[in-house]
């Protein structure tokens, strides 16, 4: 918890300071409202904010406005207004414009220390609630055995960066990459060994990307990679880079060790064009399957137009 403290009377400040040291408390100073607004919205540190009501360029009711009406909801702050206003309405008004507590001059030490320890319950309170959603965020979007991002949420960020691209005119690469025979892994390591094979690929795949590239788990022994801005020459060179990075070091598990490669399928929108998330993972999904085909542990594309004749002509001589 940080401590920021409005007051424009110098007395005021050393009696408080005095204060906040004997109670082992930081605190900041702001001698105006402005100065105050500054620090306030500086950090997304839980605050107590005392603060004067008569404040010189902006009192301290327009701050507690200002805190509730501007700042979000991971910010709160524990306002408590400081004044020698003593009436019932004053109160009142300033309860209404977002104080969460009032303090009348002059006020001895213990009153003031009973006011900051029941700010800091409450703080204290919002720090864990919002580290319970913040858990609860991290549950519902990755996934639990690898810590990568999960199905929902990479199909998710690809959706996101199709529409950013559409915006920019860049292109989208992805890869979807497939862990080969991993089925005889778990027959003859066991599905623990399998699990650990899961969690070291993973952890492979996302240290070889770059920093704004996105690894996630689409199922079973499956992942999906968003690459940004890349073409399909530069998509199918971060490709080679990921086949590389699997297979270069054996596996490690509690149960033997073993070589492991994957077989990647890559699509850009440079070749398909602007086309739907479900559209671009159908071609990656197309092209791991020749991956497969052709031999496994390598990296496909998209047929190019030449192939795709020949397919089809041969198509149109079985007819
Ligand atoms: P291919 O080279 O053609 O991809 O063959 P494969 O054996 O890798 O593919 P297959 O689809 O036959 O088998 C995938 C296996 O992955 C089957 C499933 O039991 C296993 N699997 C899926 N999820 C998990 C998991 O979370 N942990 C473990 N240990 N195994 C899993
Ligand atoms: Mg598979
Ligand atoms: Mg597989």
Redesign the pocket.
């Known amino acids: 918890m940080r401590v920021v403290i409005a007051e424009d009377s110098p007395i005021y400040r050393a009696l408080m300071k005095k204060y906040f040291e004997q109670w082992g408390l930081l605190c900041v100073f702001a001698l105006d409202g402005a100065q105050a607004w500054d620090l306030l919205r500086e950090s997304e540190i839980p605050t107590l904010a005392l603060l004067g009501w008569v404040l010189p360029k902006m009192d301290g009711i327009e701050l507690c406005r200002r805190i509730r009406t501007s700042l979000g909801a991971r910010q709160y702050i524990y306002a408590i207004l400081i004044t020698a206003k003593d009436s019932k309405q004053d109160l009142l008004d300033a309860m209404e414009a977002g104080a969460d507590d009032y303090l009348i001059k002059p006020f001895y030490a213990p009153e003031l220390k009973a006011r900051v320890l029941a700010g800091k319950r409450i703080l204290d309170l919002q720090s864990t609630l919002l580290q319970t959603q913040e858990s609860l965020r991290i549950a519902a979007t990755h996934d639990a055995?690898t810590g990568i991002k999960n199905r929902m949420e990479i199909i998710g960020v690809l959706k996101q960066e199709l529409a950013r691209s559409r915006r920019s005119g860049g292109s989208v690469g992805i890869m979807f990459a497939?862990?080969?025979?991993?089925?005889?892994?778990?027959d003859s390591m066991g599905?623990?060994?399998?699990?650990s094979?899961?969690k070291v690929v993973s952890g492979r795949l996302t240290a070889a990307v770059r920093v704004y590239d996105h690894v996630g788990r689409y199922?079973?022994?499956e992942f999906l990679v968003v690459l940004p801005d890349c073409d399909l020459k530069r998509t199918e060179g971060r490709a080679q880079e990921l086949l590389q990075a699997v297979s270069k070091k054996a596996v490690t598990t509690s149960n033997g060790t073993r070589t492991v490669t994957v077989?990647i399928g890559i699509a850009s929108t440079s070749v398909s064009g602007f086309v739907e998330v479900e559209e671009l993972i159908n071609r990656a999904d197309q092209a791991l399957y020749r991956a497969?085909e052709n031999g496994?542990n390598r990296v496909e594309g998209p047929l190019p137009a030449a192939a795709l004749e020949v397919v089809h002509a041969r198509f149109k001589d079985e007819e």
């Open positions: 055995l497939d862990i080969d025979h991993f089925k005889s892994i778990n599905h623990l060994a399998g699990d094979v899961l199922g079973g022994e077989s497969k496994r």
